[in-house]
């Protein structure tokens, strides 16, 4: 009995120092598995922004962001009521007896008013070059060299993306105006 003991456990130690260790996370999925970032060299940066800032910048300002809008519109509005008639434009049409006895020259009154407009709108924040420079070069970091975005940013570049954002929100989108 005792030889089948030591057989049995001399077996159990093979098996246990013969087999791989597993952590919990082996055999996940390789798509989070770490990878290296290839990232652009400072000089392919700096090269990038120097042929942009030759486009966007005109003496001391360059132009960050911007919208170029265009369309038309119509605008329908229709006023009732009782009173002295409205100083707006369109046409009112009175209801009932428009007699000048009425105090205040009151009456019904019911009108509408159509307009149609087109817009034409550019609008771009422009900013010096040393801040075109900031912004241009850290978001150029957050992209790497295969086209794909970084995988995690860093408290810097999160107040770059925060301040390039609030840039974005200062231009004004056009609309049609009445």
């Not at 209801?95 to 009154?109: L, P």
């Not at 957050?142 to 408290?155: C, L």
């Amino acid at each position: 009995m005792t030889k089948n003991l030591l057989k049995l456990t001399l077996v159990s130690l093979i098996l246990a120092t013969s087999g791989a260790h597993a952590d919990e996370f082996d055999g996940g999925s390789p798509e989070y598995d770490p990878r290296p970032n290839p990232h652009y060299s400072e000089t392919e940066i700096q090269r990038k922004i120097e042929n942009e800032m030759a486009v966007a910048c005109r003496g001391n300002l360059c132009s960050i962001v911007g919208t170029d809008s265009a369309g038309s519109g119509w605008t329908v509005s229709f006023q009732v009521g009782y009173g002295n008639t409205p100083n707006g434009t369109g046409n009112n049409f009175y209801i009932g007896d428009s007699q000048n006895g009425n105090q205040n020259n009151s009456d019904y009154y019911a009108g509408i008013t159509v307009t149609y407009k087109n817009y034409v709108c550019n609008s771009t924040l422009r900013v010096t070059p040393s801040v075109y420079r900031f912004v241009n070069t850290y978001m150029y970091n957050m992209v790497n060299t295969d086209g794909s975005t970084k995988r995690n940013f860093s408290p810097a570049d999160q107040t770059v993306i925060l301040f390039y954002t609030t840039m974005l929100n200062k231009v004004d989108n056009c609309k049609p105006t009445n």
